[in-house]
């Protein structure tokens, strides 16, 4: 009778296991009065990056490694209020962002992680801030907009070091040039910026002062305002107005090579946004004053330049948030019946489709939002008539569009937010009700369970109240490495630990843990296996 007990035991903890592995879990309350508010999240080298507010340091940068004890400030920038860390971009693993400190204003940081390795690039404008945007990376230098107070917002680039980090060139002499939507393009970067001869027009710069140049004057009678700047198969498109209108444009970085695509509206303006690259073939919504705003694709020519379907035949689907996920563009569109549902696309009229109406109530909305590749699917925001925005999935069928999980239980939303992946795992800001809008995770990567029925791995003493060993066996003869993790039973992880396999032991110190039963889970090899641990 003991032994079916134990085993009775050991298969509900397995089961209970293999559910939190599908469920998210909040990664740790950071501000227990209500709410931290993470933001701008990025991935460094399986590190995420983000903004957050713990009431006592205010917006400041953190990073999370998806534990609870992994989820820290890294440095509190701006001791007397907040930093806003924002603009956060990876450059060779040192995340580059824009900070004030509460003395420089706001200007160029860069950090490892660490607070003693988080620090200020250069004051650029002494006495006020530089204000740097746009930050984009290329050939290992990170080039940005940014104002030192003498020549107004011109092109710049650093590479994180106070003397590389210098103005390219002023462009506009008599004010500012104001560069946006800066791209790497074969190695060059194209951006758009007003200068006093020609108004707006597309330039491109080697970071040099001598090679930043424009590259085309679109519009003589004005400005062409260049604008979304996207790079698909190997053609730089972008919008631009001349006498045609407001249509798609693409450049090869000459001036004869710099050609509208097609005059999509002869009446009118086009307006091509939402630029997307899916499957070697740009994206965008577009209106050739016809069809109203719907879905078009271009493969760079004239001919190829097409409206893909027209989903509302009465007013224009109007799609947004395009997103490319596994050579497939997904975006939210309404066919004037459904609302503003899932979409999905593969450039042709009979796989253009809506994924699933999600609200079914009349033709309400369920505006999905921060659509997100992740392991095979996508992820985003979604409201239907009974549970509000929460965290939805979708492998692109109907029947596998569903709510990952009720996070803010009944018809209260949890409003999930800036969706972000991070060493295979996908984090997101959500609210709960209880603990405000905080960090979460979801880990998907470990669908292969394999329990160690052999008990080839053995944690001692167990229970325990300040250290335990966890010993390897044959099972893991030929593992490169193994991750060992403690998690409480609401799935919350609360230590993280990666060692080689031919240490054969280790040694974990829980003595940090409150008395109770938590989970140790241990992976390798894309497997893994738990056990149980009780702490006393």
Known sequence: MKNSTISLLSAMFFLHFIALSQTPVLVKNINPTGGSDPTKMIDINGQLFFSANDEVHGQELWASDGTSIGTNIVLDINPSGSSDAKNLINNNGIVFFSANDGIN????????????????????????????AFLTLLNGLVFFQANNGSNGIELWKSDGTESGTQMVVDIFAAGSSEPKYLVNYNGILYFSAESVLYGRELWKSDGTSAGTVMIADINPAGSSDPSYLTVSNGILYFQAKDANGTELWKSDGTSVGTSMVKNINPSGNADPIGLTNANDLLFFSASDGQSGVELWKSDGTEIGTVLVKNINTNAGSNP??????????????????????????????????????????????????????????????????????????SDGTTANTTMVMDINPGNGSSDPAFLAVSNNKLFFSANNLTDGQELWMLDQTLDIIAFDSNNSIQIFPNPSSDFVKIQFAEIQQGSESIVVEIIDLNGKKLLKKQIHAEMGNVELDVSMLACGVYLCRIIFDEKQTTKKLIIE
């Open 320 to 393: 947004t948030i395009l997103t490319n996920a596994y050579e497939t563009s997904y975006f939210r569109a309404t066919d004037g019946v459904t609302g503003q549902e899932l979409w999905k696309s593969d450039g042709t009229v009979d796989g253009t489709i809506l994924v699933k109406d999600i609200n079914q109530q009349g033709n309400s909305n369920s505006s999905p939002n921060y659509l997100t590749p992740y392991n095979n699917k996508i992820y985003f925001s979604a409201t239907n008539s009974s549970n509000g925005y929460e965290l939805w999935v």
């Open 105 to 132: 204003g706001e200007e160029l940081w860069k950090s490892n992680g660490l607070g003693t390795e988080t620090m200020l690039v250069k004051d650029i404008n002494i006495g006020g801030s530089s204000v740097p």
